[in-house]
T-cell receptor
Framework: NAGVTQTPKFQVLKTGQSMTLQCAQD?????MYWYRQDPGMGLRLIYY???????DKGEVPNGYNVSRLNKREFSLRLESAAPSQTSVYFC??????????FGSGTRLTVV | AQRVTQPEKLLSVFKGAPVELKCNYS??????LFWYVQYSRQRLQLLLR??SRESIKGFTADLNKGETSFHLKKPFAQEEDSAMYYC?????????????FGTGTRLKVLA
């Protein structure tokens, strides 16, 4: 099925560990996004990539890095995980004029 | 400043009652408006776009440019409508395509 695929679905990390969240879309969308969702705070934009080859900071970029590997893939890296990064992470893609298509999310716990 | 405001964090209604989820926006220009729905522990899904003027699952939303609002309405709420609802807008700001989410409203439909 066409859409946005995120891996992994669940992850538990120890403080200081690193990991990469993977995201791929097969809809030929230009723009891709990483959000985190926390109770009572809605969706907060971490980083986005308006088009292949570009990335920009969003609202809460500290502690994260991203790579737009090609048009399909946009990964999010936590270099040194902290408990404050415990959250649900969503990847999304869109092309201008259309709504977002979201991935199923990654539930990350940092202990 | 561009923003999307959803004034209610939680809205509880009884089954069969009318529902109105409020969304106000601030944007200089002509944005596109969207509503997204997120059922428990699932991904966000696009519910409505103002451009398409459609009705999905009995929900409608009318863009009121004078009041800068895009409220989501349904005449008779159903228990399966219980979910988190996000209003969002998209537009060009300083030459960059931006997408802004509200903080969401949790709708609880009581039996």
């Amino acid at each position: 099925n066409a859409g946005v695929t995120q891996t992994p679905k669940f992850q538990v990390l120890k403080t200081g560990q690193s990991m990469t969240l993977q995201c791929a879309q097969d809809m030929n969308h230009n723009s891709m996004y990483w959000y985190r969702q926390d109770p009572g705070m809605g969706l907060r934009l971490i980083y986005y990539s308006a088009s292949e080859g570009t990335t920009d900071k969003g609202e809460v970029p500290n502690g994260y890095n991203v790579s737009r590997l090609n048009k399909r893939e946009f990964s999010l890296r936590l270099e040194s995980a902290a408990p404050s990064q415990t959250s649900v992470y969503f990847c999304a893609s869109t092309s201008r004029g259309y709504g977002y298509t979201f991935g199923s999310g990654t539930r990350l716990t940092v202990v | 400043a561009q923003r999307v405001t959803q004034p209610e964090k939680l809205l509880s209604v009884f089954k069969g009652a009318p529902v109105e989820l409020k969304c106000n926006y601030s944007y200089s220009g002509s944005p596109e408006l969207f509503w997204y729905v997120q059922y428990s522990r699932q991904r966000l899904q696009l519910l409505l776009r103002h451009i398409s003027r459609e009705s999905i699952k009995g929900f409608t939303a009318d863009l009121n440019k004078g009041e800068t609002s895009f409220h989501l309405k349904k005449p008779f709420a159903q228990e399966e409508d219980s979910a988190m609802y996000y209003c969002a807008l998209s537009g060009i700001t300083s030459g960059t395509y931006k997408y802004i989410f509200g903080t969401g409203t949790r709708l609880k439909v009581l039996a």
